[in-house]
C-alpha cells in the first residue's frame, strides 16, 4: 500500500444461495511492493486497482478474470465508495467502484476455497453465508451497508 496516495479500484460481489464469495486476509502471504503483507482479521471483496485508461467495469472484469479465471456474467454497478482506513499501520485511502455479477464458471460455486495468487503474494477466497457475515465478528471491507444491501435482495 503506498502512502499518501489514493487507489482508485473495482470490486465484485459474488452471490449465490444466501453466501457471498470473499477474500480472508487471515490467509494472506507473500510480498507486495516490496514489503511483506500483513495478514488481517476481516474479508474483502474480490476485486483490484484499476489501471490508467480502464473504465470501472473493464477494470474489475480483468481482476476477477486474473484472480479466479472466470468471465463476469450481469455485471451491475451498486455503488462508489470512499474508503479511509488504517492497515498494518499505515494510513489507506481509496475510492471503490462496487459492482455485483455472477460468476461465468459455475463450478466456483461448489469450491468451499479457492486459492488465488496474485503479484508477489496470495490468498484463499471461500464462500461465507450472509448470516455470518453480518452477525460475526470479521469485518467485511470495503466498509458498505452490506446489511440494507442483502435485505433489499431477500
Keep these: 500500500m ?20 470473499v477474500g480472508d486476509a487471515r490467509t494472506l502471504t ?21 489501471r490508467f485508461n480502464e473504465t470501472a467495469a473493464e477494470g474489475v472484469r480483468r481482476e476477477i478474470q486474473e484472480e ?7 455485471l451491475e ?16 485511502h481509496e475510492i471503490v467502484f462496487l459492482f455485483k455479477g455472477q460468476l461465468a464458471k459455475k463450478k ?13 503474494y496470495e490468498f484463499d477466497a471461500k464462500w461465507v453465508s450472509f448470516d455470518m457475515l453480518l452477525n460475526g465478528d470479521t469485518p467485511l471491507y470495503p466498509s458498505f451497508d ?9
Excluded: W
Design 2 to 21: 503506498e502512502t499518501g496516495k489514493i487507489k482508485v479500484k473495482a470490486m465484485c460481489l459474488f452471490l449465490h444461495n444466501n453466501r457471498i464469495l
Design 30 to 50: 507473500g510480498k507486495k511492493n516490496g514489503r511483506k503483507i500483513v495478514p488481517g482479521n476481516f474479508y474483502r471483496v474480490l476485486g483490484g486497482s484499476i
Design 68 to 74: 479466479l479465471q472466470s468471465e463476469i456474467e450481469n
Design 77 to 92: 454497478q451498486i455503488d462508489v465508495i470512499e474508503n479511509l482506513f488504517t492497515y498494518a499501520g499505515k494510513q489507506g
Design 108 to 120: 466456483l460455486h461448489e469450491q468451499k476455497m479457492i486459492h488465488i495468487i496474485e503479484d508477489g
Design 146 to 154: 452490506y446489511k440494507s444491501y442483502f435485505k433489499q435482495l431477500f
